[in-house]
């Protein structure tokens, strides 16, 4: 079975400062990859995503993410950090079950604070 | 993106009455929707995967009977919690999508049983 781990449950880094989030990955092949954002009581936000291709992904609000599969990893990084980028943040595999479908299956999530 | 709406966004209700959670997809057609279920501080567990028209499919340990989940339309899937107790409280959020491309998640329901 497929399994994310997010080592970091808490990280507090100053507005301004790069930002590099964990998350490694277990999955027999290789697995849709994706890092979502959850600001508090709300539903969550694709940052970006990973099927297939160049391993370097950009996606929304400057994030970035490369998938290193010697390391099954696929950390999240920012250069930037902007106050309103404290939310919780979680990574997910995505495990094919039967043709081009797949079910997700998230780490416990990293709490990112910013401060000012 | 695609937009996913959830309805109610808070419902409390009392011990042993049912309560239903709507996820509408609305500009798109979704072929699968997911439900899952938050504990606070902790990450979102897959409860049912529902295909429009057909059953939708349990993980382990969750109890279809407890939770009925109808997928009744490409644009609409209902979660209903029969006779709530406290210990089903939680945040529930539903995600739609269609086909192999990415899943939008709806903004949840927190649920409280009194």
């Known amino acids: 079975a497929q399994s994310v781990t997010q080592p970091d449950i808490h990280i507090t880094v100053s507005e301004g400062a790069s930002l590099e989030l964990r998350c490694n990955y277990s999955?027999?092949?290789?697995?849709?990859l994706f890092w979502y954002v959850q600001s508090p009581g709300q539903g969550l936000q694709l940052l970006l995503k990973?099927?297939?291709?160049?391993?370097l992904v950009q996606g929304i609000k400057g994030f970035e993410a490369e998938f290193k599969r010697s390391q099954s990893s696929f950390n999240l990084r920012k250069p930037s950090v902007h106050w309103s980028d404290a939310a919780e943040y979680f990574c997910a595999v995505g495990a094919r079950s039967g043709g081009s479908n797949y079910k997700l299956t998230f780490g416990k999530g990293t709490l990112l604070t910013v401060n000012p | 993106g695609a937009v996913v709406s959830q309805h109610p966004s808070r419902v409390i209700c009392k011990s042993g009455t049912s309560v239903k959670i709507e996820c509408r997809s609305l500009?798109?057609?979704?072929?699968?929707m997911f439900w899952y279920r938050q504990f606070p501080k902790q990450s979102l567990m897959l409860m049912a995967t529902?295909?429009?028209?057909?059953?939708?499919?349990?993980e382990q340990g969750v109890e279809k009977d407890k939770f009925l989940i109808n997928h009744a339309s490409l644009t609409l899937s209902t979660l209903t919690v029969t006779s709530a107790h406290p210990e089903d409280s939680s945040f529930y959020i539903c995600?739609?999508?269609?086909?192999?491309?990415?899943?939008?998640f709806g903004q949840g329901t927190r649920l409280t049983v009194v």
């Open positions: 999955y027999g092949a290789t697995p849709y």
């Open positions: 990973y099927f297939s291709g160049d391993t």
């Open positions: 529902s295909n429009e028209g057909s059953k939708a499919t349990y």
């Open positions: 995600s739609a999508r269609a086909g192999a491309t990415e899943a939008f």
């Open positions: 500009d798109f057609q979704a072929t699968t």
